[in-house]
């Protein structure tokens, strides 16, 4: 599975961007999905993630903030961002694996990061 993930910017505090990561592979509906973040000098964390059969899971720093979606006719999953803070700044990548426990180090395939900085 080679996945791709685009949409980050630049955005001022209270607002919103959607991310997307389009994936290659017919078996990509049977793989969960993660998105994950890396701020400057932090180590990459969990964010969201969704499972082949849709069940959701956040973050807590991003419950009620952040959404997660899959259209597994496109192969990309989404995540719809609102209300965003300074503190979610950093580098997001999106990543596949098999099972739904969504380690960073559990994760089999990874894409390319996308940027979102957030202005105060």
């Known amino acids: 599975v080679q996945l791709q993930a685009s949409g980050g910017g630049l955005v001022q505090a209270g607002g919103s961007l959607r991310l997307s990561c389009a994936a290659s592979g017919r078996t990509f509906s049977r793989y969960a999905v993660g998105w994950f973040r890396q701020a400057p000098g932090k180590e990459r964390e969990f964010v969201a993630g969704?499972?082949?059969?849709?069940?959701?899971t956040y973050a807590d720093s991003v419950k009620g903030r952040f959404t997660i979606s899959r259209d597994n006719a496109k192969n990309t999953v989404y995540l719809q961002m609102n209300n965003l803070k300074p503190e979610d700044t950093a580098v997001y990548y999106c990543?596949?694996?098999?099972?739904?426990?969504?380690?960073?180090?559990?994760?089999?395939?990874w894409g390319k990061g996308t940027l979102v900085t957030v202005s105060s």
């Open positions: 990543a596949a694996d098999e099972s739904a426990y969504y380690s960073v180090s559990g994760m089999d395939y």
């Open positions: 969704i499972s082949w059969s849709g069940r959701k």
